[in-house]
């Protein structure tokens, strides 16, 4: 299959319980080739729709346009996967998509966002159309990923001890940003972090950002950078 998904479930009712575990996914993009060349453009890795309590364990997913896609599908742990060289986002969180958790996982060298979470002013999706709440990320490698390691534009979002190195240099000269936390992300929580070479981006709505390393990394000067998505 060189477009579309190559593992993708969209039921009518919402299910449940279903692991995705062991497995190399490979699509046909591969980030190696000319930014000019996307040979299967609606590519993604792993697609869910309607499906609720997803377990993804130990999984690499590579060379698609999207990595890991979800809408409408709550409860997704994703765990000590490699989700990188994605040519867009490698891990795009859409509407409805309620208490995921990332953990112990590498999310890099994506083309667009590492983690690119969907909120107000985004393309209209299928079905609900509520932004999501409560995403936890813990004990990441977000490094290289060309627009930013993650952008939050949802509530109660957490980024917490994981290593952010060497993102946003698509889109900007340094200080490089690493996290955009746009206008309309509320009560999200940056802390226990390790930045090199990175900043964030911080226009949301009760941000808490602290305990990171260093603890001078400029916030300053990242905030005045336009909020491009």
Not at 19 to 25: N, V
Request: with cysteine; hydrophobic share 35%; glycine share 10%.
């Amino acid at each position: 299959m060189n477009d579309g998904a190559r593992l993708y479930d969209c039921p009518k009712a919402p299910h449940g319980y279903i692991t995705i575990s062991d497995l190399d996914l490979y699509g046909s993009n591969p980030a190696a080739a000319a930014d000019s060349v996307i040979v299967a453009p609606n590519a993604v890795g792993i697609d869910l729709f309607n499906q609720h309590i997803v377990y993804i364990n130990n999984v690499r997913v590579s060379d698609f346009v999207t990595g890991i896609h979800g809408r409408q599908s709550y409860s997704v742990y994703i765990t000590g996967s490699n989700i990188s060289d994605n040519r867009g986002d490698n891990i795009r969180v859409d509407y409805d998509a309620n208490s995921w958790r990332i953990r112990d996982s590498i999310i890099s060298q994506a083309g667009g966002w590492g983690i690119n979470v969907y909120g107000p002013g985004d393309a209209t999706p299928l079905g609900k159309i509520n932004s999501s709440n409560d995403l936890l990320l813990d004990g990441l490698r977000l490094e290289r990923n060309q627009r930013g390691a993650v952008r939050f534009i949802a509530y109660g979002s957490r980024l917490i001890n994981s290593r952010l190195e060497g993102n946003g240099k698509l889109s900007f000269s340094y200080p490089y940003r690493a996290i955009l936390v746009d206008k309309h992300a509320t009560e999200t929580r940056i802390l226990t972090n390790y930045f090199s070479g990175n900043c964030v981006q911080d226009h949301g709505i009760g941000t808490i950002r602290d305990f990171n390393i260093p603890s001078s990394y400029n916030t300053a000067e990242c905030r005045q950078l336009p909020i491009t998505r």
